[in-house]
């Protein structure tokens, strides 16, 4: 589990890094703690023992400096991931002076999605957290480590779909398109019914028309219709 913490005194700056933050943390387990200022209940997430921080801070609000935080935060952690976002950019060198261990200074009025998603995805490097994807089915809930997917298929003699992983075969009475409508751009279709984790490919054999994967499993529900998109 992943915890964002948020603190920003401007409702609409609020709103609009919480769009930010959900868009980067899909297929991640995470939760959002959401603060306008730095209070009792802020001061609380800072001494809570919960695992994988990553703060978002604000550092001017109403009542206290984010950079007062952030030294608060770090007289006994030294491993949760900090993030100033502030709109004036000469705060920048008070931070770097004050050596908060910061991963970055964001100007909120700058670029602030793209360099905002760019920190957010080396944070969550740092925290060394994996993409999920969570599938319920039949009151079974599957939590499935989308980097060791290699491809999904469809069974359709016992309508089930078939999501092939390193260790483990899952068959998961669901569709596949529900399936499909829940995996990353690099999932790419090379059959009908069959995608494959573009990551993990490491050879397309077109005359024999299979995929080898790089821990050597190989599959033929590969045909020419789609085939020939993803080696372009």
Do not use: W
């Not at 703690?33 to 800072?46: A, C, R, S, T």
């Not at 550092?59 to 007289?75: F, H, L, V, Y």
């Amino acid at each position: 589990m992943i915890n964002i913490i948020i603190c920003d005194d401007n409702l609409t700056d609020a709103k609009k890094i919480e769009r930010i933050v959900k868009r980067v943390m899909t297929h991640r387990e995470y939760k959002i703690h959401m603060f306008h200022d730095y209070n009792k209940d802020f001061l609380k997430i800072v001494n809570a023992d919960l695992p994988n921080k990553i703060y978002l801070l604000d550092i001017e609000t109403p009542s206290r400096s984010g950079i007062d935080i952030a030294r608060k935060i770090r007289k006994n952690d030294f491993v949760s991931v900090i993030i100033f976002l502030t709109g004036h950019d000469e705060l920048g060198r008070v931070v770097a002076k004050k050596n908060l261990m910061c991963l970055n200074f964001i100007n909120k009025f700058d670029n602030l999605k793209e360099n905002l998603t760019k920190s957010l995805e080396l944070a969550l490097l740092i925290v060394g957290q994996k993409r999920i994807i969570h599938i319920t089915s039949r009151k079974i809930i599957y939590n499935i480590d989308l980097d060791k997917i290699l491809y999904v298929t469809h069974d359709t003699v016992a309508r089930k779909t078939i999501i092939v992983t390193d260790i483990k075969t899952y068959h998961i009475s669901i569709s596949m398109n529900k399936v499909i409508s829940e995996l990353p751009s690099y999932f790419v279709q090379v059959h009908r019914s069959c995608y494959a984790n573009s990551k993990r490919i490491d050879t397309i054999d077109i005359r024999n028309m299979c995929i080898t994967f790089d821990n050597g499993m190989i599959t033929n529900t590969v045909s020419k219709r789609f085939i020939g998109r993803v080696v372009k």
